[in-house]
């Protein structure tokens, strides 16, 4: 079972160049979301989705787009990249029978991105 | 005002010692609580979660929800060397939004 997958694992970035960082998950999970994490800092989410078809914007979406055409895959896109997107970004995707009590999320290994 | 806080550390402890860990919310549409563990350049993965008010315990690991405060925490008990990560608070709200908090890092010494 792969579970969460992410990539690339690492990129390096132009400023104002654009980039799609691709997320896939094979459990089925109708959740799933896109959290960046600056050192030592907590995670923040930038966009979640409760299925297929359906996003919201989290505490900080500026400069990020997403979309989810299928149950499995939920990429953020990238469109100007600025020195402040440099983080880590883990993707994550949790199942939820009843709405917001959704169990165990499970995450990827992460992208490390550096936009110079 | 941000909806998780939650004190960043670090705070170290001697091994053996009980671990302390809180945090507190705003918002009180948050139903779900949880605790994560990360390891250093790992994904978090999950400790704990709970969903009503009380303790729920785990091992060593012990979870308490105080709805009325909006107060959540954790302790563990008997530490060891191995509990040495970044421990992050997680909540959500009945819109499926999954919200964590800093996390504090937690350094256990022989």
């Known amino acids: 079972n792969a579970g969460v997958t992410q990539t690339p694992k690492f990129r390096i970035l132009k400023i104002g160049q654009s980039m799609t960082l691709q997320c896939t998950q094979d459990?089925?999970?109708?959740?799933m979301y896109w959290y960046r994490q600056d050192p030592g800092m907590g995670l923040k989410l930038i966009y979640y989705?409760?299925?297929?078809?359906?996003?919201d914007k989290g505490e900080v979406p500026n400069g990020y787009n997403v979309s989810r055409s299928t149950t499995e895959d939920f990429p953020l896109r990238l469109e100007l990249a600025a020195p402040s997107q440099t983080s880590v970004y883990f993707c994550a995707s949790s199942y939820s029978q009843d709405r917001g009590l959704s169990t165990e999320a499970f995450f990827g290994q992460g992208t490390r991105l550096t936009v110079v | 005002q941000k909806e998780v806080e939650q004190d960043p550390g670090p705070l170290s402890v001697p091994e053996g010692a009980i671990v302390s860990l809180n945090c507190t919310y705003s918002?009180?549409?948050?139903?779900?609580f949880m605790w994560y563990r990360q390891y250093s350049r790992k994904g978090p993965e999950l400790l704990m979660y709970t969903y009503s008010s009380g303790n729920k315990e785990d091992g060593r690991f012990t979870a308490q929800v105080d709805k009325s405060s909006k107060y959540i925490s954790l302790f563990i008990r008997d530490s060891q060397p191995s509990d040495s990560a970044t421990y992050l608070c997680a909540m959500t709200d009945s819109w499926g939004k999954l919200q964590f908090g800093a996390g504090t890092q937690v350094v256990v010494t022989p």
């Open positions: 459990m089925n999970h109708n959740y």
């Open positions: 918002n009180s549409a948050f139903q779900y």
């Open positions: 989705s409760v299925g297929a078809g359906i996003t």
